[in-house]
């Protein structure tokens, strides 16, 4: 396909879902966002992988959870009244991500978002998938949902030298 083809069908926005933990802003692409819910009771899930705090109740679905502060190395994640709990749809798997608020749905720019440092991704760090720079403020971190499910996944084997 030409260039000038491929151009005219990359999107010219996206938009994102913007959420707070500890203080930091990040943002999921909107098309992964099933739906923003008020944090809910969290069951526990015995032996399940150990990045999935439990599961909840949503109208009848059963729905695993993961603190997504947690998920990225920021501590416990906030259970005040701001707290939510996103539930995304990814390759037909609900997944909730327990955030310390949601803030706003963004439409930018697509030529805004900007590929994290290459000694980040060389270092294996895969969690961000694209940053947007603000005059005056903190980047919004972009992450990366296939990545969030694999760290799921990743946390389900046994570690290294354990007997299975």
Not at 5 to 17: D, G, H, Q
Not at 30 to 46: A, N
């Amino acid at each position: 396909m030409p260039e000038a083809a491929l151009a005219m069908t990359e999107p010219s926005t996206v938009n994102l879902t913007c959420f707070e933990i500890k203080d930091q802003l990040y943002a999921i692409e909107v098309e992964y966002v099933r739906e923003i819910v008020r944090i809910l009771e969290i069951t526990p899930l015995p032996n399940a992988p150990s990045l999935i705090e439990g599961v909840i109740d949503l109208r009848g679905t059963v729905i695993p959870v993961m603190d997504l502060a947690r998920v990225l190395n920021r501590g416990k994640g906030s259970t005040g009244a701001h707290a939510r709990i996103i539930v995304l749809e990814v390759d037909g798997l609900a997944l909730g991500v327990w955030v310390d608020a949601a803030t706003d749905v963004m439409t930018l720019d697509a030529n805004r978002l900007e590929d994290i440092p290459d000694l980040a991704t060389q270092a294996g760090y895969d969690a961000v998938r694209h940053v947007v720079r603000r005059p005056d403020e903190a980047p919004i971190m972009i992450l990366s949902v296939d990545q969030l499910v694999e760290c799921v996944y990743r946390s389900a084997l046994p570690a290294v030298g354990e007997a299975e």
